[in-house]
């Protein structure tokens, strides 16, 4: 059997601690997940796994047998990329993942446009309200929106995520319009449950503003936010990116303009720039290319129908 293939399987079920996971993700059968661990158990001379009724451990040749097959299978790859890289056409399928938010409003209709130009590529999007790991979900890029990185993976900053106050016009009119950032302690803020204390960090010509805030709703995802602060339930700080358009047509009011909140970085977040696929590679570069400049496009228009108001 090929070897190449055995070890790519051996992998794959050292890191999944089953057979029948390592099938699933490499779509091949139980059955030939045993064949080719048994090719290469036999090819090595040695047992590398230990079987129980639940589970799969690695025995002490396996340990060692690990980390000499993922080398090989790098450096196979390495010989793949550098012979792909001179296709014109990518190749492939990328998992990504990213916030609910940003995929609803950005980033869908940014990876079609992708797909659009490089039609063989095939995309998984996989969106949650956490950071997930790259390694144990097999993720090949991440588009993330902070300022706290991990650096043990490698980040590319695609642009900034500008946020506002805003609130339903409904709201407003129940509840007034606040003047200062002392007067959002009077008023039903509704934020984003990421720790202990709701406040909302903003800046005043530069300077730093902490503002500690109450409010009757509390949530992990930003589209649940948007759609409470669109019902009239309150004052809500929002990302751009976001609520441009709702800004624009009205359904929200941008507050306090002269408070800007904390911007933070929207990045492309990934393994390795040693051993990145060619679709990987393109699709980086056209997110940085469309998101990037000296405001995102979604910002250019909210800016200048801001400073429009103001004159």
Not at 268 to 287: C, D, G, K, P, T
Request: charged share 25%; aromatic share 6%.
């Amino acid at each position: 059997m090929d070897r190449l293939t055995a070890m790519r399987v051996f992998i794959e079920v050292a890191e999944r601690g089953s057979l029948t996971g390592a099938g699933e993700r490499l779509e091949l059968s139980r059955a030939m997940v045993s064949r080719y661990i048994a090719s290469l158990e036999q090819w090595l001379g040695a047992r590398l796994l230990h079987r129980t009724t639940r589970r799969v451990s690695l025995s002490d040749a396996g340990q060692q047998a690990l980390s000499r097959c993922q080398r090989m299978v790098e450096m196979a790859d390495e010989v793949v990329a550098a012979a792909g890289a001179r296709r014109s056409e990518p190749v492939g399928k990328l998992r990504i993942t990213t916030s609910l938010s940003f995929a609803q409003a950005q980033l869908t209709a940014a990876i079609i446009a992708f797909q659009q130009r490089w039609p063989s590529v095939e995309v998984e999007l996989f969106v949650v309200d956490r950071a997930v790991h790259l390694v144990d979900e097999r993720i090949d890029l991440a588009v993330r929106i902070t300022n706290a990185l991990d650096d043990s993976f490698v980040a590319r900053r695609l642009a900034t995520c500008h946020s506002v106050l805003c609130a339903a016009p409904s709201y407003l009119r129940r509840s007034g319009v606040p003047k200062s950032a002392a007067e959002l302690k009077a008023h039903n803020c509704i934020t984003h449950a990421f720790g202990a204390r709701a406040e909302y960090r903003l800046r005043h010509h530069g300077q730093p503003v902490t503002v500690p805030v109450g409010g009757s709703l509390f949530c992990n995802e930003t589209a649940v936010l948007r759609e409470a602060a669109l019902a009239g339930a309150g004052i809500a700080m929002l990302p751009t990116y976001y609520v441009g358009d709702a800004i624009e047509r009205g359904a929200l009011v941008r507050l306090l303009p002269d408070l800007e909140p904390e911007p933070l970085g929207i990045h492309a977040v990934y393994l390795s720039r040693r051993h990145q696929a060619q679709a990987l590679r393109l699709l980086i570069e056209f997110l940085a290319e469309r998101f990037g400049g000296g405001l995102p496009p979604w910002d250019r228009e909210l800016r200048r129908r801001t400073r429009g108001a103001r004159r």
